[in-house]
């Protein structure tokens, strides 16, 4: 168990690309953090910096009280799960798991004991004598965790472990991965691309970029602090809407009305200088069908809008409506919104705003409905850097 | 349905013929070599009367016997073309699989090339050559040529081997605590054994059944492999044909490659055909 810091680190592949840029980080012993990003961003590359399967073009790497940028990976005393799992095919599970306290020369009784034992935590006990091909998905993933947990690394490395598992399995492999890292309170790194296991998983979450890491915090300050437009739209889902905004005064200009601005907000956006464009960014859950807000009401304004669609999830409902604006130029939101594909483009592009209002709401498509926006949540951006006003 | 019906038995009775086709001279060499001089001229599959003389004949008089200093030599010429072929093959078949360096295509379209190049064009000029180089009738005289154009074959299968070893298993075992010659030695290694297998037992059929460089560049039992031998068979005096021995011998040197085709067919049928079917 170790610390790990990252100081510095850059990373030049041959053809000159550059993966990752001035990347620093200090991961606490027994930390599980999170690496996320849209895939291409760099999260791998970094991963594979600290495992020592790619050199370090610059910056210094320390696990616990070394550095070891010239360290082999073998010598680094890190575990690693790999995205498709790598395990190999002509041993038996039993072996896979074995494979490195064997290298270690650990005597054969321990070995037995060990691997029994995390067959056993990881329920794979009866497939300990099959071959990794006659295995499920979920089995193999379990026996690429197993080859990892048996050796009490100083930490876990884990590049997105559970991608190639169907979403059902992903969410139950997702709960028992936080469970054991907790249990054995390892210091981890986990690579994903999916902010929900990020959210769900991290004691704290990287959020990457191009190479370039956005912001570092818990689940809980990325979400009400988001640093930028980028971070503000990959966190959270469905994702932030996106609305061109004027300040003046104490208000800001919104297609969907005006705002009243926080004290906070106020003083940054005055600093910012006013009548300047900005970006408004509003959370779905920052809204609420009008006639199911109580006391809350005064804490924000209410609007009509013409509701094109409602997605019943169960315990919520997505109200989906337009609002009269061009949409938001940004690099960072077209950039989210490729990544993503169409399953949740951020509301950038099309003036189209998703809402997440209560089951218990008759909001229907084509209403011409009243809702409610929370004020205090707004959250405003520079339109030119995408930074957040509020942490400028 | 129907259609599906008929199709199958269109098939089935291609293939009957095409294997009656093939195995109808084997089995008939087989009778032959079961007859006895009288009878070896009756025309019948079944033998009337069975002996094992023709097979006793090869191996009598011990070294100097017809087969035996022949089939020494087949095992022993075979044997080192594939082990130098194999050894060669896999550096090769490695760079080429795992590296980029400019030339590769090359090197592949050039081994390629050399392999559809006609063994008989090859055999004038090599006569010439090795006698002044005293490679005639010797072992080397052999193996090299083998080596030409086992070599390409060994290498187009071992590179189609090679590329579908999933090499990121290097990179796991690092991680593990392996250094660069375990991985390769407990990962590796296993992993590319049955591809190099299955290479090895190719061009081990491929030297083993020459008959071109065989008969051209032999002269002596000292180096004749045993289908050159076949046709220096004489008859028990010089009014009889040795038609009995032959047989025989022919059935001896077919024997070994079937028991391995039958024994490896699965792998080899996966080796021909890796590159053509995921590639
Ligand atoms: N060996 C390499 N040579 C050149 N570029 C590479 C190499 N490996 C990865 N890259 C590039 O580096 C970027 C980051 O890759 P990676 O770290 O794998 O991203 P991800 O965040 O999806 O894990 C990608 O644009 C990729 O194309
Ligand atoms: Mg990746």
Not at chain 2, 55 to 66: H, I, K, Q, R, V
Not at chain 2, 210 to 218: E, H
Request: charged share 20%.
């Amino acid at each position: 168990m170790a610390e790990i810091v990252l100081d510095g680190i850059s990373k030049r592949f041959d053809d000159g690309f550059e993966a990752v840029k001035d990347m620093n980080l200090e991961i606490s012993d027994g930390e599980f953090m999170i690496l996320v990003g849209p895939s291409g961003c760099g999260k791998s590359t970094a991963l594979r910096m600290i495992a020592g399967l790619e050199d370090i073009t610059e910056g210094s790497l320390r696990i616990g009280d070394n550095e070891v940028n010239d360290i082999a990976p073998r010598d680094r005393d890190i575990a690693m799960v790999f995205q498709n799992y790598a395990l190999y095919p002509h041993m038996t599970v039993r072996e896979n798991m074995a494979f490195p306290l064997k290298l270690a020369g650990a005597p054969a009784a321990e070995i037995k004991d060990k691997v029994e034992h995390a067959a056993e935590t990881l329920d794979l006990t009866q497939h300990l004598d099959r071959k990794p091909a006659n295995l499920s998905g979920g089995q193999r993933q379990r026996v690429a965790m197993g080859r990892a947990i048996v050796r009490d690394p100083k930490a876990f490395l884990m590049d997105e472990p559970l991608s190639n598992l169907d979403a059902k399995l992903r969410v139950q492999m997702r709960t028992s991965v936080a469970r054991l890292q907790k249990e054995l309170s390892t210091t981890t790194v986990y690579v994903t691309h999916d902010q929900t296991e990020a959210m769900t998983l991290g004691d704290r979450v990287a959020v990457m970029r191009s190479g370039i890491l956005q912001q570092v915090g818990s689940p809980a300050e990325l979400y009400d602090h988001p640093r930028n437009i980028f971070v503000a739209g990959f966190i959270g889902s469905p994702s932030m809407n996106f609305l061109p905004a004027t300040v003046d005064g104490d208000r800001a200009k919104l297609a969907i009305g005006e705002v009243p601005l926080s004290d906070e907000l106020r003083a940054e956006a005055a600093s910012a200088g006013a009548g300047r464009d900005l970006v408004a960014g509003i959370r779905p859950e920052a809204f609420e069908d009008a006639t199911l807000v109580g006391d809350a009401r005064d804490r924000g304004i209410t609007f009509r809008a013409k509701i094109d669609l409602v997605e019943s999830m169960g315990s919520e409902k997505y109200a989906y409506f337009e609002v009269g604006h061009e949409g938001v130029a940004s690099k960072e939101l077209a950039e989210l919104a490729e990544d993503a594909g169409l399953a949740e483009t951020p509301s950038g592009g099309a003036g189209q705003v998703v809402a997440r209002i209560e089951a218990a709401s008759e909001i229907k498509r084509g209403d011409d409905a009243e809702l409610w926006f929370d004020a205090t949540t707004l959250h405003l951006f520079d339109v030119e850097s995408g930074q957040s006003l509020r942490s400028a | 349905m129907k259609r599906g019906t008929r199709e199958y038995t269109v098939w089935s009775v291609g293939m009957i013929v095409i294997i009656i086709a093939a195995l109808f001279p084997v089995l008939w060499i087989l009778s032959l070599s079961l007859k006895d001089p009288a009878t070896i001229a009756d025309g019948r599959l079944i033998p009337s009367e069975w002996t094992f003389d023709n097979y006793e004949a090869l191996f009598t008089g011990g070294f100097d016997s017809p087969l035996l200093r022949p089939l020494i030599n087949s095992v022993l010429i075979a044997l080192i073309s594939t082990s130098i072929a194999i050894v060669l093959a896999s550096f090769t078949a490695y760079a080429i699989a795992r590296l980029d360096f400019p030339g590769k295509l090359v090197i592949l379209g050039g081994a390629l090339a050399i392999a559809m190049f006609p063994a008989i064009s090859t055999v004038g000029p090599l006569f010439d050559m090795w006698r002044n180089l005293g490679l005639y009738d010797t072992y080397p005289g052999l193996i090299i040529p083998y080596l030409t154009f086992a070599l390409p074959l060994a290498i187009y299968t071992l590179v189609a081997f090679f590329r579908e070893i999933p090499w990121d298993l290097e990179q796991a075992a690092a991680v593990d605590g392996a250094t660069p010659f375990q991985a390769f030695r407990k990962v590796i290694v296993p992993l590319a054994a049955p591809g190099v297998f299955t290479a090895a037992i190719l061009v081990f059929i491929f030297c083993w059944n020459d008959f071109v460089f065989a008969i051209s560049l032999t002269s002596t039992n000292s180096s004749r492999t045993v289908p050159a031998a076949l046709a220096f068979f004489t008859g028990d005096s010089q009014f009889t044909a040795p038609t009995g021995n032959i047989a025989a011998a022919a059935v001896l040197v077919t024997i070994p490659i079937i028991i391995f085709v039958l024994f490896f067919q699965r792998r080899i049928v996966a080796g021909l055909t890796s590159g053509a079917v995921k590639g």
